[in-house]
């Protein structure tokens, strides 16, 4: 794939260029789909002449717990694995007050951590990273009285941002936090499918984000007590970035934790999830597609189990989602999941619709790993990854997941560890053979995580998915990693189930040209309801 350079001077950012294509079949004429660059944040390559990142959500009030502690405490990791110092603006910009910027230098091979309260004192904060070099990614943890979170910050504004799984369930606050970067307004509707219908409040219609601003808007205060909440967030004028934050305390056995998870800002046929741990006592897995077009999608929720010649292949889940509406699929509640297995998820539009799909993991106090994690699924494939925070503070375990998404060939990955200016290839994960539609996980152990400030670069001879999770103070954590924009690709060529099935085989006694079942004596059809999820809205 031949490399992009992408110029993008401080406090300029490159207008976005829309391929005004279209696909012609028979009298329906179907845009095509959006640049792979434009649905989900990405990592410029090191020859790129700047790039900025935005993170929308966290407080700043400079306190974690106790009297005046914010929801979020808001810290943003830059990680520059690039051979050059990359030097830039770190911006705060608060809910009340002026905005403040500093100066910063991140050295080669090196990550550095910010934290928004030390520049500006508020409730809520916004943050604005300009950088004059590529090959740099940018995430940020959250950590306040309901728990920890990790999540990738915004490559770049876009006018629309979609979240297929939210909740107002007792006990549970659902925020938004709505940032608008650029000095002229932004008029923004909100929209909410629930298990009601559709819910547009009269106070989230043309609701104004000032120029240099961010606004956060309770949710749950005003859609209360549904147990699923799909949102778009659609700006009349403007762009801006749109982060979702759930924050639940347990109520009713519920999951307990807290996650901040960046919207979808376009719709996919596929979306790729790294990590599916096996079923167990106290956790829930649900799996939320959101359709926003204005024709049916045939969907399916496919997941693939680790060892699939020992632990076998799982009917997928199939759903119908109506136009602007959303279906569930509870991973765990019909036992089609073996016990103790984990695997990955792959959920792909079957007749050309684009959609939005999101996990929500949840784990109650009496589970072995509690935590909330959100996480909207990966809609591109990449050959370079990275993983701007691979270890962090008070972490218990943490692993890194390399799924090959692909249904013909195997692909070699290895995995380069950056930590203090030093580069070298992290023990035990160089040549790792991840075969055709398979994943493997990678446990970072204490030689690895004991590394200051470590970064990793996955780089793979094929296209491949990543994430990273960890077990921060007994809370579960997960996000995926930043893909490298030059090699970024859509999902294409992906692995079916049947692919994992044993040939069946062939008697002696017929004829190579029989066929192996009697045309006369043919199996009725499986009942639809025997794959099929319930469709909510």
Excluded: K
């Excluded at 959500?57 to 005046?68: E, F, I, L, N, P």
């Excluded at 799909?357 to 109650?364: H, I, N, P, Q, V």
């Amino acid at each position: 794939m031949s490399r992009r350079v992408w110029r993008l001077p401080l406090l300029v950012l490159l207008p976005l260029l829309v391929v005004a294509a279209i696909a012609v079949q028979g009298d329906e004429v179907e845009p095509a789909p959006p640049p792979t660059d434009r649905v989900t944040p990405v990592a410029l390559g090191a020859d790129a002449d700047g790039s900025t990142w935005y993170c929308a959500a966290g407080s700043a009030t400079g306190v974690v717990s106790g009297d005046g502690a914010g929801t979020g405490e808001q810290v943003v990791v830059i990680a520059n694995l690039s051979d050059r110092a990359v030097g830039g603006l770190f911006t705060v910009v608060p809910s009340e007050g002026a905005s403040a910027s500093e100066p910063i230098e991140v050295p080669a091979h090196t990550r550095i951590e910010v934290r928004a309260s030390a520049i500006v004192v508020a409730p809520w904060a916004s943050v604005v990273v300009e950088l004059d070099g590529g090959e740099v990614a940018v995430e940020h943890a959250l950590e306040g009285p309901g728990g920890r979170s990790v999540s990738p910050c915004a490559s770049q504004p876009s006018p629309t941002w979609y979240f297929p799984a939210g909740t107002t369930r007792a006990g549970t606050t659902m925020l938004l936090a709505l940032f608008n970067p650029f000095p002229g307004e932004a008029s923004v509707d909100l929209s909410f499918e629930t298990e009601d219908g559709t819910r547009t409040p009269q106070q989230f219609q043309g609701l104004v984000v000032p120029g240099g601003r961010v606004t956060v808007v309770d949710v749950s205060a005003v859609v209360t007590l549904r147990a699923q909440i799909a949102t778009t967030v659609t700006a009349r004028n403007g762009r801006i970035i749109a982060e979702q934050v759930l924050v639940s305390d347990g109520t009713d056995g519920s999951a307990v934790g807290l996650t901040s998870v960046l919207g979808a800002p376009a719709p996919a046929l596929d979306w790729v999830f790294p990590e599916l741990g096996p079923a167990a006592e106290g956790r829930t897995s649900t799996m939320a597609v959101l359709n926003p077009g204005d024709a049916d999608a045939e969907v399916e929720v496919q997941v693939l189990l680790d060892d699939p010649a020992v632990n076998g292949t799982v009917e997928p889940f199939v759903l119908t989602v109506g136009p602007t509406s959303y279906g569930v699929v509870d991973l765990y509640a019909d036992g089609r999941l073996p016990e103790g297995v984990g695997g990955w998820v792959m959920v792909r539009s079957t007749n050309g619709v684009p959609i939005v799909a999101e996990r929500l993991d949840g784990g109650t106090e009496e589970a072995d790993r509690p935590g909330l994690v959100a996480m909207v699924g990966a809609p591109v494939q990449a050959g370079r990854w990275i993983v701007p925070a691979a270890s962090a503070s008070s972490v218990e375990a943490t692993g890194l997941v390399v799924v090959n998404p692909s249904g013909s060939r195997d692909v070699t990955v290895t995995v380069r560890a950056d930590a203090g200016g030093t580069t070298q290839d992290l023990p035990g994960a160089t040549s790792i053979v991840v075969p055709a539609g398979s994943r493997v996980v990678v446990p970072l152990g204490p030689e690895a995580v004991d590394l200051e400030g470590l970064s990793l670069m996955v780089e793979a001879d094929g296209p491949v998915v990543v994430s990273r999770w960890f077990v921060l103070d007994g809370d579960l954590a997960e996000s995926l990693g930043v893909p490298v924009v030059d090699t970024v690709s859509a999902l294409l060529d992906l692995v079916r189930p049947e692919a994992f099935l044993p040939e069946a085989p062939v008697s002696e006694d017929v004829p190579v040209d029989a066929p192996l079942i009697d045309p006369a004596i043919v199996p009725p059809e499986p009942s639809a309801t025997s794959a099929t999820s319930t469709t909510e809205g």
